[in-house]
Nanobody
Framework: QVQLVESGGGLVQAGGSLRLSCAASGRTFSGYAMGWFRQAPGKEREFVADINWSGGNTYYADSVKGRFTISRDNAKNTVYLQMNSLKPEDTAVYYC????????????WGRGTQVTVSS
């Protein structure tokens, strides 16, 4: 069973930055892609970014492209989300996710960390 624990959320003013971390345990970390998703109040959970097993390939939602950067440290079993130029519309609970199989859908989820951006 994979365990994912997010940290680094908080309250920040518009234009500010935060760095989220997700610590993974329970299986070999380096063999799998990892992703970040978010869910704002009253909205469905949406994709933010993901990264392949080596960190060589990343993919972003259009809404965060150029502002957010996903990265990973396989030696630390951790994936990061650096968020810059934050906007009030980035306010959401941010979730880390992992697939159950290589190339499979995201099926393991953390509990989330709250990010609030004030205007």
């Amino acid at each position: 069973q994979v365990q994912l624990v997010e940290s680094g959320g908080g309250l920040v003013q518009a234009g500010g930055s935060l760095r989220l971390s997700c610590a993974a345990s329970g299986r070999t970390f380096s063999g799998y892609a990892m992703g970040w998703f978010r869910q704002a109040p009253g909205k469905e959970r949406e994709f933010v970014a993901d990264i392949n097993w080596s960190g060589g390939n990343t993919y972003y939602a259009d809404s965060v492209k150029g502002r957010f950067t996903i990265s990973r440290d396989n030696a630390k079993n951790t994936v990061y989300l650096q968020m810059n130029s934050l906007k009030p519309e980035d306010t959401a609970v941010y979730y880390c996710a992992a697939p159950s199989t290589v190339g499979g859908p995201y099926e393991f989820w953390g509990r989330g960390t709250q990010v609030t951006v004030s205007s």
